[in-house]
């Protein structure tokens, strides 16, 4: 499946590793309690630990996430901030 999907927002949180090995997602939460699943490639994810502080750029789109509804990130480009 893959949904479809047109608003691309910047989101800035903490992002963290959720759920058991092998079905881990990186979830960004924000300052306001949002939550996203970050959707990246692996050089990607190689380019920072969690957790950490980011400011992603990505296209927004509603598919599951452990059998429920939940909001994703494409992610296009991150920026870490230094706390």
């Known amino acids: 499946m893959h949904p ?12 963290t590793v959720r759920g058991n090995v ?7 939460e924000t300052d306001d ?8 490639t692996q050089s990607m994810r190689d380019g920072f ?3 950490a502080r980011l400011k992603v750029n990505g ?5 599951d996430w452990r ?3 939940f909001a994703h ?4 480009e991150f ?3 230094l706390q």
Do not use: K
């Open 79 to 81: 920026e870490q901030i």
């Open 49 to 51: 630990m969690t957790p």
């Open 4 to 15: 479809v999907g047109s608003d691309v927002i910047t989101a800035e949180g903490i992002v």
């Open 33 to 40: 309690h949002n939550w996203y699943i970050l959707e990246m």
């Open 59 to 63: 296209r927004l789109y509603l598919d």
């Open 73 to 76: 990130l494409e992610v296009h």
């Open 67 to 69: 059998g429920r509804p």
């Open 22 to 28: 092998p079905f881990t997602a990186v979830v960004l």
